[in-house]
Every structure is written in C-alpha cells, then in structure tokens.
C-alpha cells in the first residue's frame, strides 16, 4: 500500500464521516427549528387563550361599571371587547387547525363566549331601558358567573393542553439537540482516530525512504553549492571585467566628447579670428579714408589761411592810404589855420583849403568803410579757419581711435591663433589617451573571455548535478 493510497482512503474516510455528520447535523437542525416553531406556536396560543380570558372580564367590567353608574362611558371596554372576541376566536381556530381536540373545546368556548356576550347585552338594555328590577334579578340568578366560570374552566382546560404539548415539544427538541452533540463529537473522534492512522501510515510507508531520498538530494545539492560558488565567483571576475569595461568606455566617450569639444571650440576660434581679421581689415579701410578726409580738411585750413593772408595785406595797403590821407588832413588843416589867421581878405583860399579837406575826409570814410568789410571778411575767415580746425582735430582723433582698433583687432587674432594651437595639442592628447583606453577594453574583453570559459565548465557541472536530483526526484515519484 503506498502513500497515494493511504491518503485517497483516508480521504475518503474523512470525507464521508464529514458527510454522514452533516446529514445529521441538518436533521438536528431542522428538527430544533421545527421542536422552536412549535414551542413558539405553543406560547402564541396560550397567549390568545389568555387574551379572549382578558377581554370577556374587560367586557364583564365595563357591563358592572354601566349598571352601577348608568353612564355610557363606563362601556368603552365592553365595546372593544366586542371588536376583538371574534377575532380572536377566528386567530385562535386557525392556530389550533391540527388539533381536533383543541378544536371542539374552542367551539364550546365560543358557544359559551356568545352567551355571555348575549347576557351582558341583556343587563346592560335592561340598565338603559329603566327595568331595575328586571336586571337586579337576573344578576342575582348567578347566570353570568356560571357561564363565566365555565368558560375559565374550558379555557384551562385548553391550556393545560397546550401545556402537555409545549412540554413534549421541549422535551423532542432536547433530544434533537442531544443528537447533535453526539453525532458532533463522534464525528470528531472518527476523524482523528483515521488522521492519526493516516499519518502513521504516512510516517511509516512515505516519511523514512523520503528522508533518505532527502539526504542523496543534500549531498547532490552540496556538490551543486560548489559548483555555483565557483561560477559565483567567475561571474564576479566577469562583473569586474564588465565593470572595468564600462569605466573604460565611460572615459573613452568622455575624451570623444571632449576632443569634439575641442575641435569646436577650434572651430569657433578660428571663426573668431577670421571675423577679427576681417574687422582689421575693414579698420585699416576707415583708417585710410579718415586720413584722406583729415587731408582735404587741412588743405581748406590752408587756403582758407592763404585768403586770410591777402586780406591781411590789403587791410595794410588800405592803413597806408589812411595814413597819407591822414597825412594830408593835418597840412590842410595847417593850412587852413594860417590861411584863418589871415582874414577876411584871403577867405578865399580858406575856401579852397576847406573843399580839400572835405573831399579827404570823404576818402578817409570811404576807405574807413572798406576797413570794415574787409575786417568782417577777416572775422568770418578767422571763424571758418576755427571751424575747420576743429573738424580736423576730431578727424584726427576718430583716426587715432581707429588705430587703436586696429592694434586690438590684431592683438585678438594673435590670441586666437594662440588658443587654436592650444586645443590642437590638446586633440592629440585625448587621442593618445583614447588609444591607451582602446588597449585596456582590450585587455578587459580578454579576461571575460577566460571567464565565459570557466562558466561554461561549471554549466557542465552542474547538469551532472542536475540529472543526479531528477533520477533522486524519480525515486521519490515511485514512492508517492
């Protein structure tokens, strides 16, 4: 008998224990929940029974309370008992439908219940029709009282029935219970009693060659941990090689892209210098046209200076004609004292002395007045010459200025010449370095070559490994 075996029967076993259990456990369960309903149904009739009890003494209240008082409204409990007889007698009838027994009592007790209605009825008319003594004898005749009393002891009667069938009732429900407990607990005690056999089964058919079994997988196992630490620490060398090769190309991308940097920023500077020399060229331009302008303008300085010359010669030769006529004036005017002192007889040549000195005055103003235009020009020539002067001092700065351009622009074009060379040498540093990290990646490839070798041995080892624990699986598959 091996280990599946074991398990379907004891399986088996459990199962229809667990099974036959529960079918009992559902018949107990219905059987309480029916013995409940009918303890319930029980209570509820005797509740009815108890409430027509009340109602036919609210009834017989409220007929005492009219006949004493005469007043109408001492027969609000007669009046609702009068509501609520007949439904309670329908409610208790259907109730008590499975009982035959039960049943001809209830008839009598309606039959007695519509005869005491009828004597009530009877008193309270006699009360309102005035008949005293009519009513005073059929009080004193004991009829309601019997009637009453028979009904009471119908009415008990009926309960004590009904008390016969709850106690019964309680009585089955508690052996349905006890049932229950039984079939419970020996389903209990099957289930362990076939557990425990099963497990010695287990222990004895399947557990000891399982272990031995165990013990042929942990040697296997051993062996295979062995092989794993090796390729363990192969796959770490690999790591480190993969590492070291990663590194490697980290920095010979670094340099690429710093020599692509380089060659950029080459590329920029001699763009820069190309745009300098281009702009000392253009400098060198204006330079020549400012100096081309600075010369005309200072050829106007010289004519301008030259005109200048003339009219200064002129103002002269017209300061000598002053002069003489100046000259002239103080004889005539010397003249002309003489000739006054003289007298009247000679006035006659004062005359002549006068109109000379008239007409020299005449010149003097003419050529006072020629003074003045020429001073004017003189003025405006002197201004213009000013002007001038002025332009051709800031033509000459503005040409200093470009100068200084010039002597920069060509200064940046020397420094960028400079830097150009610069990231040459420094191109071909990055580049030797990339040879160098060319040979390591090289070098590195190598070592995870040597590695892959050493882990293909190890897959190896532990396939044998491998086909040991199948054949080790196959046993215990044949014992199971």
Known sequence: ??????????????????????????????????????????????????????????????????????????????????????????????????????????????????????????????????????????????????????????????????????????????????????????????????????????????????????????????????????QERTASVQANSVNTTTKIMDELWSFSRQSSQQANAANNTAQFALEAAEKGSKTVIETFDAMNNLKIKVEAIAHQIFRLREQTNQISQISQMVGNLANQTNMLALNAKVEAVRGGENSQGFSIVAAEIKKLAAQSKLSAEKIRILVEEIQDSIHSTVLVTEEGTKRVELGMEITDTTTEAFSRITKSVNNVVINNQQISLNIEQQANAIKEVLEAMENINQGAKETALGIGQTRTGTEDLRKAAERLKNIV
Do not use: C
Not at 1 to 17: A, E, F, H, K, P
Not at 116 to 135: N, P, Q, V, Y
Not at 182 to 193: D, G, Q
């Open 1 to 230: 008998m091996n280990l599946r075996q074991v398990l379907s029967v004891g399986s088996i076993v459990i199962i229809g224990t667990f099974g036959i259990s529960n079918i009992f456990s559902q018949s107990s369960i219905h059987t309480l929940e029916e013995s409940a309903e009918w303890v319930a149904h029980t209570y509820q009739v005797k509740g009815l029974l108890k409430g027509l009890e009340k109602t036919l003494v609210d009834a017989e209240t409220g007929q005492r309370g009219f006949i004493y008082s005469g007043q109408e409204n001492f027969l609000e409990p007669y009046n609702l008992a009068q509501e609520t007889i007949d439904d309670n007698l329908e409610e208790l009838k259907y109730q008590i439908s499975d009982n035959p027994e039960q049943l001809k009592r209830l008839a009598k007790v309606a039959d007695l219940t519509e005869s005491k209605r009828s004597e009530l009825e009877e008193t309270i008319e006699l009360k309102r029709a005035g008949e005293e003594e009519k009513l005073r004898e059929l009080v004193l005749s004991g009829l309601g009282k019997e009637i009453m009393d028979e009904i009471r002891q119908k009415i008990d009667e009926m309960m004590a029935v009904e008390d016969q069938l709850l106690k019964a009732r309680k009585k089955q429900a508690q052996k349905a219970y006890q049932l229950a407990i039984i079939v419970s607990w020996s389903s209990l005690i099957i289930v362990v009693i076939v557990s425990v056999l099963i497990i010695f089964l287990i222990n004895k058919i399947a557990i000891q060659p399982i272990n031995i079994v165990a013990n042929l997988i942990a040697s296997y196992a051993n062996e295979i941990a062995a092989t794993v630490e090796q």
